[in-house]
Protein backbone atom coordinates (compact mmCIF):
# COMPACT_ATOMS: atom_id res chain seq x y z
CA UNK A 1 0.00 0.00 0.00
CA UNK A 2 2.20 3.12 -1.36
CA UNK A 3 -0.14 5.25 -2.85
CA UNK A 4 1.86 8.21 -5.22
CA UNK A 5 -0.53 11.18 -5.09
CA UNK A 6 2.01 13.11 -2.61
CA UNK A 7 4.42 12.38 -5.27
CA UNK A 8 2.54 13.61 -8.81
CA UNK A 9 0.67 16.28 -7.46
CA UNK A 10 4.01 17.57 -5.65
CA UNK A 11 6.14 17.51 -9.01
CA UNK A 12 3.27 18.62 -11.46
CA UNK A 13 2.92 21.63 -8.90
CA UNK A 14 6.43 22.81 -9.18
CA UNK A 15 6.19 21.98 -12.87
CA UNK A 16 3.67 24.60 -12.89
CA UNK A 17 5.62 27.35 -10.77
CA UNK A 18 8.04 27.36 -13.52
CA UNK A 19 5.26 27.94 -16.14
CA UNK A 20 3.86 30.84 -13.75
CA UNK A 21 7.49 32.31 -13.16
CA UNK A 22 9.15 32.64 -16.18
CA UNK A 23 6.99 34.91 -17.86
CA UNK A 24 7.42 37.42 -15.31
CA UNK A 25 10.71 38.35 -16.66
CA UNK A 26 12.92 37.92 -19.60
CA UNK A 27 15.34 35.45 -18.06
CA UNK A 28 19.23 35.83 -18.11
CA UNK A 29 20.22 32.43 -19.36
CA UNK A 30 18.65 30.88 -22.67
CA UNK A 31 16.30 27.93 -22.74
CA UNK A 32 17.84 24.48 -23.77
CA UNK A 33 14.70 21.96 -24.36
CA UNK A 34 16.94 19.03 -23.69
CA UNK A 35 19.01 20.64 -20.39
CA UNK A 36 15.16 21.44 -19.05
CA UNK A 37 13.61 18.07 -19.51
CA UNK A 38 16.76 16.92 -17.50
CA UNK A 39 16.20 19.72 -14.73
CA UNK A 40 12.14 18.17 -14.38
CA UNK A 41 13.89 14.83 -13.87
CA UNK A 42 16.03 16.28 -11.17
CA UNK A 43 12.63 17.82 -9.81
CA UNK A 44 10.89 14.36 -10.47
CA UNK A 45 13.88 12.57 -8.57
CA UNK A 46 14.18 14.93 -5.29
CA UNK A 47 10.15 14.12 -4.82
CA UNK A 48 10.50 10.55 -5.58
CA UNK A 49 13.34 10.51 -2.70
CA UNK A 50 11.30 11.93 -0.32
CA UNK A 51 8.23 10.21 -1.21
CA UNK A 52 10.47 6.89 -0.35
CA UNK A 53 11.27 8.48 3.08
CA UNK A 54 7.64 9.43 3.70
CA UNK A 55 6.66 5.68 2.66
CA UNK A 56 8.86 4.66 5.87
CA UNK A 57 7.80 6.40 8.40
CA UNK A 58 4.93 5.53 11.01
CA UNK A 59 1.61 7.33 10.86
CA UNK A 60 2.68 9.86 13.30
CA UNK A 61 5.86 10.70 11.47
CA UNK A 62 3.78 11.13 8.22
CA UNK A 63 2.51 14.09 10.20
CA UNK A 64 5.27 15.61 10.71
CA UNK A 65 6.75 15.07 7.98
CA UNK A 66 4.01 16.24 5.98
CA UNK A 67 4.21 19.64 7.64
CA UNK A 68 7.80 19.75 7.58
CA UNK A 69 7.91 19.00 3.54
CA UNK A 70 5.31 21.63 3.33
CA UNK A 71 7.14 24.20 4.72
CA UNK A 72 9.99 23.07 3.23
CA UNK A 73 8.66 22.53 -0.68
CA UNK A 74 6.57 26.13 -0.15
CA UNK A 75 9.56 28.21 1.29
CA UNK A 76 11.67 26.95 -1.82
CA UNK A 77 8.81 28.22 -4.12
CA UNK A 78 8.45 31.16 -2.87
CA UNK A 79 11.85 32.13 -2.39
CA UNK A 80 12.83 31.34 -5.71
CA UNK A 81 9.88 33.25 -6.99
CA UNK A 82 11.01 36.56 -5.11
CA UNK A 83 14.39 36.22 -6.39
CA UNK A 84 13.93 35.44 -9.95
CA UNK A 85 11.58 38.56 -10.01
CA UNK A 86 14.78 40.43 -8.74
CA UNK A 87 17.52 38.63 -10.81
CA UNK A 88 15.78 36.17 -13.96
CA UNK A 89 17.15 33.53 -12.28
CA UNK A 90 16.56 30.97 -9.73
CA UNK A 91 19.12 30.24 -6.78
CA UNK A 92 22.94 30.49 -7.85
CA UNK A 93 26.01 29.92 -6.46
CA UNK A 94 26.63 33.66 -6.18
CA UNK A 95 23.07 34.50 -4.18
CA UNK A 96 23.97 31.93 -1.19
CA UNK A 97 27.35 33.10 -1.29
CA UNK A 98 26.50 35.99 -0.22
CA UNK A 99 24.36 34.41 2.49
CA UNK A 100 27.12 32.16 3.42
CA UNK A 101 29.37 35.16 4.08
CA UNK A 102 26.59 37.31 5.79
CA UNK A 103 23.94 34.75 7.52
CA UNK A 104 22.19 37.74 8.94
CA UNK A 105 20.82 38.81 5.66
CA UNK A 106 18.52 35.43 5.29
CA UNK A 107 16.93 37.00 8.25
CA UNK A 108 16.92 40.85 6.35
CA UNK A 109 15.60 38.82 3.23
CA UNK A 110 12.65 36.97 5.14
CA UNK A 111 11.59 40.69 7.02
CA UNK A 112 11.51 42.83 3.80
CA UNK A 113 9.84 40.44 1.15
CA UNK A 114 7.99 38.20 3.48
CA UNK A 115 6.29 40.41 5.94
CA UNK A 116 3.57 41.28 3.47
CA UNK A 117 1.28 39.75 1.20
CA UNK A 118 4.12 36.82 0.12
CA UNK A 119 3.60 35.66 3.18
CA UNK A 120 0.00 35.18 2.64
CA UNK A 121 1.08 32.95 -0.66
CA UNK A 122 3.75 31.32 1.72
CA UNK A 123 1.17 30.13 4.47
CA UNK A 124 -1.64 29.28 1.41
CA UNK A 125 1.31 27.11 -0.67
CA UNK A 126 2.44 25.56 3.34
CA UNK A 127 -1.14 24.82 4.01
CA UNK A 128 -1.87 22.92 0.63
CA UNK A 129 1.74 21.29 0.27
CA UNK A 130 0.84 19.88 3.65
CA UNK A 131 -2.50 18.86 2.68
CA UNK A 132 -0.77 16.97 -0.02
CA UNK A 133 1.36 14.79 1.70
CA UNK A 134 -0.88 14.36 4.80
CA UNK A 135 -1.33 10.32 5.47
CA UNK A 136 -4.71 9.66 3.97
CA UNK A 137 -5.22 6.23 5.83
CA UNK A 138 -4.14 4.72 8.99
CA UNK A 139 -2.24 1.42 8.07
CA UNK A 140 1.15 1.41 7.99
CA UNK A 141 2.79 1.82 3.98
CA UNK A 142 4.95 -0.30 3.27
CA UNK A 143 7.39 -1.14 0.62
CA UNK A 144 9.70 -3.87 -0.45
CA UNK A 145 13.15 -3.58 0.38
CA UNK A 146 14.32 -3.60 -3.15
CA UNK A 147 12.14 -0.65 -3.49
CA UNK A 148 13.18 0.91 -0.44
CA UNK A 149 16.73 0.61 -1.66
CA UNK A 150 16.41 2.12 -5.04
CA UNK A 151 14.10 4.76 -2.83
CA UNK A 152 16.69 6.10 -0.54
CA UNK A 153 20.11 4.94 -2.19
CA UNK A 154 19.32 4.96 -6.32
CA UNK A 155 17.11 8.14 -6.60
CA UNK A 156 20.01 10.68 -5.21
CA UNK A 157 22.84 8.86 -7.26
CA UNK A 158 20.78 9.11 -10.17
CA UNK A 159 20.34 12.70 -9.27
CA UNK A 160 23.73 13.74 -8.50
CA UNK A 161 24.53 12.27 -12.00
CA UNK A 162 22.08 14.34 -13.86
CA UNK A 163 23.21 17.32 -11.36
CA UNK A 164 26.56 16.37 -13.04
CA UNK A 165 25.67 16.51 -16.55
CA UNK A 166 23.98 19.48 -15.57
CA UNK A 167 27.13 21.21 -14.31
CA UNK A 168 28.97 20.67 -17.15
CA UNK A 169 26.56 21.02 -20.26
CA UNK A 170 23.57 23.19 -19.07
CA UNK A 171 25.32 26.43 -16.62
CA UNK A 172 24.26 28.76 -18.82
CA UNK A 173 20.98 27.26 -19.39
CA UNK A 174 17.30 27.77 -17.75
CA UNK A 175 16.38 24.98 -14.98
CA UNK A 176 13.17 24.16 -12.85
CA UNK A 177 13.58 24.86 -9.56
CA UNK A 178 14.89 22.31 -7.65
CA UNK A 179 18.00 21.34 -10.02
CA UNK A 180 18.91 25.39 -10.14
CA UNK A 181 18.72 24.92 -5.82
CA UNK A 182 20.61 22.20 -6.02
CA UNK A 183 23.43 23.00 -8.70
CA UNK A 184 23.47 26.30 -6.15
CA UNK A 185 23.86 24.10 -3.16
CA UNK A 186 26.53 21.88 -4.81
CA UNK A 187 28.71 25.16 -6.11
CA UNK A 188 28.76 26.27 -2.26
CA UNK A 189 29.79 23.38 -0.76
CA UNK A 190 32.95 23.03 -3.53
CA UNK A 191 33.18 27.00 -3.64
CA UNK A 192 36.58 28.79 -2.23
CA UNK A 193 37.04 32.10 -0.67
CA UNK A 194 38.18 34.66 -2.70
CA UNK A 195 41.19 35.80 -0.83
CA UNK A 196 41.10 39.48 -2.52
CA UNK A 197 37.58 40.56 -0.71
CA UNK A 198 37.14 43.46 1.30
CA UNK A 199 39.41 43.46 4.95
CA UNK A 200 40.74 45.27 7.00
CA UNK A 201 44.28 47.07 5.68
CA UNK A 202 46.36 50.00 6.57
CA UNK A 203 45.96 53.01 4.39
CA UNK A 204 48.66 55.22 2.89
CA UNK A 205 49.62 58.40 5.18
CA UNK A 206 48.86 61.34 3.72
CA UNK A 207 50.79 64.68 4.86
CA UNK A 208 49.18 67.32 7.05
CA UNK A 209 48.33 70.44 6.44
CA UNK A 210 49.35 73.26 8.39
CA UNK A 211 47.22 75.13 10.41
CA UNK A 212 46.88 77.80 7.99
CA UNK A 213 46.48 75.89 4.81
CA UNK A 214 43.51 74.05 6.41
CA UNK A 215 39.69 74.86 4.53
CA UNK A 216 38.01 77.55 5.82
CA UNK A 217 34.64 75.33 4.91
CA UNK A 218 32.41 72.16 5.87
CA UNK A 219 31.83 69.20 3.38
CA UNK A 220 28.64 67.46 3.29
CA UNK A 221 29.11 63.76 1.01
CA UNK A 222 25.30 62.10 1.24
CA UNK A 223 25.98 58.82 -0.97
CA UNK A 224 22.49 57.18 -1.76
CA UNK A 225 21.54 53.93 -2.58
CA UNK A 226 19.90 53.62 -5.82
CA UNK A 227 19.03 56.74 -5.67
CA UNK A 228 17.74 57.03 -10.10
CA UNK A 229 16.73 60.26 -12.13
CA UNK A 230 13.04 59.07 -11.47
CA UNK A 231 10.67 61.85 -10.62
CA UNK A 232 13.56 64.45 -9.86
CA UNK A 233 12.34 67.85 -12.67
CA UNK A 234 15.94 69.30 -12.72
CA UNK A 235 16.93 65.66 -14.77
CA UNK A 236 13.75 66.49 -16.94
CA UNK A 237 11.09 64.02 -15.06
CA UNK A 238 7.62 65.25 -15.38
CA UNK A 239 6.89 64.35 -11.58
CA UNK A 240 8.25 65.45 -8.78
CA UNK A 241 9.24 63.10 -5.99
CA UNK A 242 11.00 65.26 -4.11
CA UNK A 243 9.80 68.18 -3.68
CA UNK A 244 12.56 69.77 -1.35
CA UNK A 245 15.71 69.36 -3.26
CA UNK A 246 13.97 70.60 -6.37
CA UNK A 247 13.02 74.05 -4.66
CA UNK A 248 16.05 74.33 -2.83
CA UNK A 249 18.15 74.05 -6.17
CA UNK A 250 15.61 76.41 -8.07
CA UNK A 251 16.09 78.73 -4.72
CA UNK A 252 20.00 78.42 -5.06
CA UNK A 253 20.63 77.99 -8.96
CA UNK A 254 23.99 79.78 -8.61
CA UNK A 255 25.27 77.42 -6.19
CA UNK A 256 23.95 74.27 -7.52
CA UNK A 257 25.76 72.19 -10.08
CA UNK A 258 23.65 69.62 -11.67
CA UNK A 259 25.98 66.90 -14.02
CA UNK A 260 24.04 65.83 -16.70
CA UNK A 261 26.49 63.04 -17.83
CA UNK A 262 27.04 61.64 -14.32
CA UNK A 263 27.64 57.74 -14.40
CA UNK A 264 28.19 55.05 -11.42
CA UNK A 265 31.20 52.91 -11.70
CA UNK A 266 29.54 49.88 -10.70
CA UNK A 267 25.79 48.38 -10.81
CA UNK A 268 26.46 46.43 -7.57
CA UNK A 269 26.91 48.49 -4.38
CA UNK A 270 29.67 46.07 -2.91
CA UNK A 271 32.01 47.58 -6.10
CA UNK A 272 30.48 50.93 -6.63
CA UNK A 273 30.67 52.47 -2.59
CA UNK A 274 34.06 51.58 -1.77
CA UNK A 275 35.31 53.21 -5.38
CA UNK A 276 33.88 55.82 -4.53
CA UNK A 277 35.17 56.26 -1.14
CA UNK A 278 38.55 56.08 -2.30
CA UNK A 279 38.97 56.99 -5.71
CA UNK A 280 40.50 54.13 -7.07
CA UNK A 281 38.73 52.57 -10.33
CA UNK A 282 36.36 49.15 -10.13
CA UNK A 283 38.59 47.27 -12.97
CA UNK A 284 42.22 48.19 -10.49
CA UNK A 285 43.58 46.20 -8.25
CA UNK A 286 42.55 45.16 -4.82
CA UNK A 287 45.64 45.76 -3.43
CA UNK A 288 45.30 49.39 -4.61
CA UNK A 289 41.87 49.88 -3.15
CA UNK A 290 43.12 48.77 0.36
CA UNK A 291 46.08 51.33 0.04
CA UNK A 292 44.37 54.07 -1.16
CA UNK A 293 43.13 56.69 1.66
CA UNK A 294 39.16 56.94 1.97
CA UNK A 295 37.49 60.35 1.87
CA UNK A 296 37.65 60.99 5.62
CA UNK A 297 41.65 60.55 5.44
CA UNK A 298 41.78 63.20 3.30
CA UNK A 299 39.50 65.52 5.91
CA UNK A 300 41.21 64.28 8.43
CA UNK A 301 44.78 65.40 7.08
CA UNK A 302 43.52 68.75 6.33
CA UNK A 303 42.34 68.69 10.68
CA UNK A 304 38.75 68.65 9.98
CA UNK A 305 36.89 65.95 12.53
CA UNK A 306 34.82 63.66 10.41
CA UNK A 307 31.51 61.91 10.54
CA UNK A 308 30.11 58.91 8.89
CA UNK A 309 26.80 57.61 9.37
CA UNK A 310 24.86 54.67 7.25
CA UNK A 311 20.95 53.50 7.55
CA UNK A 312 22.78 50.73 6.28
CA UNK A 313 23.74 47.25 8.36
CA UNK A 314 27.61 47.43 7.02
CA UNK A 315 28.43 44.01 8.17
CA UNK A 316 27.41 42.57 4.61
CA UNK A 317 29.58 42.34 2.42
CA UNK A 318 32.81 42.98 5.05
CA UNK A 319 32.13 46.65 4.55
CA UNK A 320 32.63 47.48 8.33
CA UNK A 321 36.27 45.67 8.36
CA UNK A 322 37.04 47.29 5.35
CA UNK A 323 35.70 51.06 6.46
CA UNK A 324 36.26 51.17 9.58
CA UNK A 325 40.08 50.32 10.47
CA UNK A 326 40.22 52.91 12.27
CA UNK A 327 38.02 55.16 9.97
CA UNK A 328 36.50 58.34 10.46
CA UNK A 329 36.32 59.76 13.80
CA UNK A 330 32.58 59.13 14.75
CA UNK A 331 31.10 56.51 12.56
CA UNK A 332 27.54 54.97 13.30
CA UNK A 333 25.66 51.88 11.17
CA UNK A 334 22.60 50.08 11.38
CA UNK A 335 23.89 47.70 13.72
CA UNK A 336 24.63 49.97 16.26
CA UNK A 337 21.26 52.71 15.83
CA UNK A 338 19.26 49.53 17.93
CA UNK A 339 16.51 50.06 15.46
CA UNK A 340 14.68 47.12 13.51
CA UNK A 341 15.81 46.67 10.05
CA UNK A 342 12.56 47.48 7.94
CA UNK A 343 13.82 48.07 4.36
CA UNK A 344 16.66 45.61 3.34
CA UNK A 345 19.84 46.09 5.37
CA UNK A 346 18.36 49.14 6.32
CA UNK A 347 16.52 51.07 9.10
CA UNK A 348 13.61 53.80 8.63
CA UNK A 349 15.70 56.32 7.11
CA UNK A 350 14.10 59.52 8.74
CA UNK A 351 15.42 57.91 12.02
CA UNK A 352 19.22 57.46 10.55
CA UNK A 353 18.82 60.99 9.14
CA UNK A 354 17.83 62.17 12.32
CA UNK A 355 20.98 60.49 14.19
CA UNK A 356 22.85 62.39 11.32
CA UNK A 357 22.32 65.76 12.58
CA UNK A 358 22.39 65.01 16.19
CA UNK A 359 25.92 63.98 15.18
CA UNK A 360 26.22 66.68 13.28
CA UNK A 361 25.19 69.22 16.11
CA UNK A 362 28.20 67.35 18.44
CA UNK A 363 31.12 68.09 15.93
CA UNK A 364 32.91 70.76 17.48
CA UNK A 365 31.78 74.21 17.21
CA UNK A 366 35.34 75.97 16.18
CA UNK A 367 36.49 73.67 13.27
CA UNK A 368 35.21 72.91 9.96
CA UNK A 369 33.77 69.34 9.77
CA UNK A 370 33.45 66.40 6.97
CA UNK A 371 30.76 64.45 7.25
CA UNK A 372 29.04 61.51 5.22
CA UNK A 373 25.90 60.34 5.18
CA UNK A 374 25.02 56.90 3.33
CA UNK A 375 20.95 56.39 2.67
CA UNK A 376 18.94 53.48 1.98
CA UNK A 377 15.29 53.82 1.58
CA UNK A 378 15.25 53.85 -2.09
CA UNK A 379 16.80 50.19 -2.02
CA UNK A 380 14.42 47.75 -3.31
CA UNK A 381 11.90 46.71 -1.89
CA UNK A 382 11.34 50.51 -0.97
CA UNK A 383 10.40 52.38 2.03
CA UNK A 384 7.40 53.02 1.96
CA UNK A 385 6.36 54.66 5.41
CA UNK A 386 8.38 56.09 8.34
CA UNK A 387 7.66 55.87 11.90
CA UNK A 388 8.01 59.34 12.32
CA UNK A 389 5.59 60.75 10.46
CA UNK A 390 2.47 61.06 10.80
CA UNK A 391 1.03 61.93 7.17
CA UNK A 392 2.69 59.47 4.84
CA UNK A 393 3.63 59.61 1.14
CA UNK A 394 0.99 58.83 -1.16
CA UNK A 395 2.82 58.04 -4.39
CA UNK A 396 1.31 55.13 -6.86
CA UNK A 397 4.67 53.82 -7.65
CA UNK A 398 6.97 52.66 -4.39
CA UNK A 399 9.77 54.44 -5.13
CA UNK A 400 8.59 57.33 -5.13
CA UNK A 401 7.33 56.89 -2.10
CA UNK A 402 10.65 56.05 -0.97
CA UNK A 403 12.07 59.31 -3.21
CA UNK A 404 10.04 61.09 -1.01
CA UNK A 405 11.12 59.75 2.54
CA UNK A 406 14.38 60.29 1.43
CA UNK A 407 13.80 64.18 0.80
CA UNK A 408 12.57 64.72 3.89
CA UNK A 409 15.85 63.63 4.80
CA UNK A 410 17.55 66.11 2.93
CA UNK A 411 15.52 68.65 4.57
CA UNK A 412 16.19 67.67 8.07
CA UNK A 413 19.58 68.08 7.30
CA UNK A 414 19.88 71.82 5.97
CA UNK A 415 17.38 72.69 8.55
CA UNK A 416 19.92 71.31 11.31
CA UNK A 417 22.73 72.85 9.76
CA UNK A 418 20.52 76.19 8.98
CA UNK A 419 19.89 76.73 12.26
CA UNK A 420 23.54 75.87 13.54
CA UNK A 421 25.02 79.28 11.10
CA UNK A 422 27.23 76.45 8.94
CA UNK A 423 24.77 76.14 5.84
CA UNK A 424 25.94 78.71 4.05
CA UNK A 425 29.68 77.64 4.49
CA UNK A 426 29.17 73.94 3.88
CA UNK A 427 29.68 72.18 0.55
CA UNK A 428 27.57 69.21 -0.18
CA UNK A 429 28.12 66.53 -2.77
CA UNK A 430 25.58 64.35 -3.51
CA UNK A 431 24.80 60.88 -5.55
CA UNK A 432 24.07 57.55 -5.65
CA UNK A 433 25.72 54.21 -6.21
CA UNK A 434 23.12 53.48 -9.20
CA UNK A 435 19.99 54.04 -10.33
CA UNK A 436 17.01 51.81 -9.98
CA UNK A 437 14.07 51.10 -12.16
CA UNK A 438 11.08 52.60 -11.61
CA UNK A 439 8.53 49.44 -11.56
CA UNK A 440 9.06 45.64 -12.22
CA UNK A 441 9.93 45.67 -15.96
CA UNK A 442 9.68 42.38 -17.83
CA UNK A 443 12.09 43.06 -20.43
CA UNK A 444 14.91 44.76 -18.33
CA UNK A 445 18.19 43.42 -17.99
CA UNK A 446 18.32 43.11 -13.54
CA UNK A 447 19.31 45.84 -11.87
CA UNK A 448 22.69 43.73 -10.92
CA UNK A 449 23.48 42.71 -14.47
CA UNK A 450 22.54 46.19 -16.28
CA UNK A 451 24.56 48.75 -18.32
CA UNK A 452 21.51 51.09 -19.25
CA UNK A 453 21.21 54.45 -18.83
CA UNK A 454 18.37 53.78 -16.35
CA UNK A 455 21.36 52.18 -13.89
CA UNK A 456 24.29 53.68 -15.26
CA UNK A 457 23.34 57.63 -15.59
CA UNK A 458 22.72 58.79 -11.94
CA UNK A 459 21.74 61.99 -10.31
CA UNK A 460 25.13 63.83 -9.11
CA UNK A 461 25.50 67.15 -7.91
CA UNK A 462 27.47 69.90 -6.02
CA UNK A 463 26.59 72.73 -3.77
CA UNK A 464 29.02 74.94 -2.85
CA UNK A 465 29.22 77.82 -0.53
CA UNK A 466 27.25 81.34 -1.61
CA UNK A 467 30.97 82.88 -1.00
CA UNK A 468 32.42 80.94 -3.42
CA UNK A 469 30.76 83.30 -6.47
CA UNK A 470 33.40 85.78 -5.29
CA UNK A 471 36.37 83.83 -3.18
CA UNK A 472 36.44 80.65 -5.68
CA UNK A 473 35.76 82.20 -9.29
CA UNK A 474 37.78 79.59 -11.03
CA UNK A 475 36.32 76.32 -9.07
CA UNK A 476 32.98 77.71 -10.05
CA UNK A 477 33.83 77.98 -13.44
CA UNK A 478 35.28 74.64 -13.89
CA UNK A 479 32.25 73.32 -11.80
CA UNK A 480 29.91 75.10 -14.73
CA UNK A 481 31.93 74.11 -17.27
CA UNK A 482 31.76 70.17 -16.11
CA UNK A 483 28.20 69.50 -15.81
CA UNK A 484 27.62 69.16 -19.72
CA UNK A 485 31.01 66.22 -19.81
CA UNK A 486 31.04 63.25 -18.24
CA UNK A 487 31.48 62.35 -14.79
CA UNK A 488 32.06 59.74 -12.81
CA UNK A 489 31.62 58.78 -8.31
CA UNK A 490 35.45 58.10 -9.16
CA UNK A 491 35.81 61.56 -9.56
CA UNK A 492 34.63 62.63 -6.05
CA UNK A 493 37.95 61.60 -3.47
CA UNK A 494 40.50 63.69 -6.11
CA UNK A 495 37.94 66.70 -6.15
CA UNK A 496 37.69 66.22 -2.57
CA UNK A 497 41.70 66.32 -2.35
CA UNK A 498 41.95 69.43 -4.97
CA UNK A 499 39.58 71.62 -3.07
CA UNK A 500 41.40 71.04 0.31
CA UNK A 501 44.85 72.12 -1.11
CA UNK A 502 46.35 68.44 -1.26
CA UNK A 503 47.44 68.90 -5.05
CA UNK A 504 49.92 71.65 -4.08
CA UNK A 505 51.65 69.14 -1.31
CA UNK A 506 54.01 66.92 -3.26
CA UNK A 507 53.64 63.45 -1.34
CA UNK A 508 49.77 64.10 -1.20
CA UNK A 509 49.96 64.76 -4.79
CA UNK A 510 51.35 61.98 -5.75
CA UNK A 511 48.46 60.05 -4.38
CA UNK A 512 46.08 62.23 -5.76
CA UNK A 513 47.49 61.55 -9.30
CA UNK A 514 47.45 57.88 -8.79
CA UNK A 515 43.97 58.23 -8.84
CA UNK A 516 42.00 57.20 -12.26
CA UNK A 517 39.19 59.84 -11.49
CA UNK A 518 40.05 64.06 -11.99
CA UNK A 519 39.35 66.87 -9.63
CA UNK A 520 35.86 68.32 -11.30
CA UNK A 521 37.42 71.72 -9.81
CA UNK A 522 39.26 71.70 -12.91
CA UNK A 523 37.93 71.92 -16.52
CA UNK A 524 37.59 68.29 -17.72
CA UNK A 525 38.02 67.69 -21.54
CA UNK A 526 35.05 67.53 -23.54
CA UNK A 527 35.40 63.18 -24.32
CA UNK A 528 36.86 60.88 -21.45
CA UNK A 529 35.96 57.08 -20.56
CA UNK A 530 33.77 56.30 -17.63
CA UNK A 531 34.07 52.99 -16.83
CA UNK A 532 31.63 50.73 -14.97
CA UNK A 533 31.79 47.15 -13.77
CA UNK A 534 29.93 44.70 -11.80
CA UNK A 535 32.17 42.11 -11.12
CA UNK A 536 36.20 42.49 -10.07
CA UNK A 537 38.44 41.68 -7.37
CA UNK A 538 36.35 41.86 -4.86
CA UNK A 539 33.59 40.69 -6.04
CA UNK A 540 32.48 37.37 -8.03
CA UNK A 541 29.17 36.68 -10.18
CA UNK A 542 27.73 34.59 -12.15
CA UNK A 543 26.99 37.49 -15.19
CA UNK A 544 29.80 39.63 -15.24
CA UNK A 545 29.36 42.78 -17.48
CA UNK A 546 31.09 46.09 -18.19
CA UNK A 547 30.50 49.46 -19.89
CA UNK A 548 32.44 52.15 -21.41
Not at 181 to 199: E, M
Not at 226 to 240: A, E, I, K, Q, V
Not at 241 to 255: C, E, K, N, Q, V
Request: charged share 15%; aromatic share 12%; proline share 7%.
Amino acid sequence: HFPSAPLWSTFVLFQCLDAVVYPLRVPVKHFDIGIYLISCLMNFLFFAWLRSCYGLLPRRGRIVAAVAFGLLLAFLAIANTLVYREMGDYLSLYMLMFIKADPQYALNFATSYLLNINLVWLLLLWGLLSAVWYPRTTKKETLRVPVAIAGIVLLPVLYLVSLNYINIHGRQSILSTTAATGLAIRDVARAVPNPKKLCAARHQQLQLLAGKERPDFNIVVIVNESWGRHGLPFYGSSDTAMPFLTDWIRSDSAGFFVFRKAYTNSSATDVSVPSLMTGVAPYESSSKLHRIPFLWDWAHAAGMPTLFVTAQRYTWARLDNFFFTPGPDTYVTAETMNMPQINDTGVDELYASDRFCRELNNLPKDRPFFAVYNSNAIHAPFQQTSAALSTQPSFSQPYYNAAWLLDRSFKHIYETLQRSGKLENTLFIFTSDHGEYLTGCRECTPRILAFNRTIMSIPFLIRTPSSWQTTHPDVVAALRSNVSRPVSNIDIAPTIAALLGFLEKPDNGKIVHELAGSPLSRPLPQERLVISLNTNDIRSWEHEGFSI
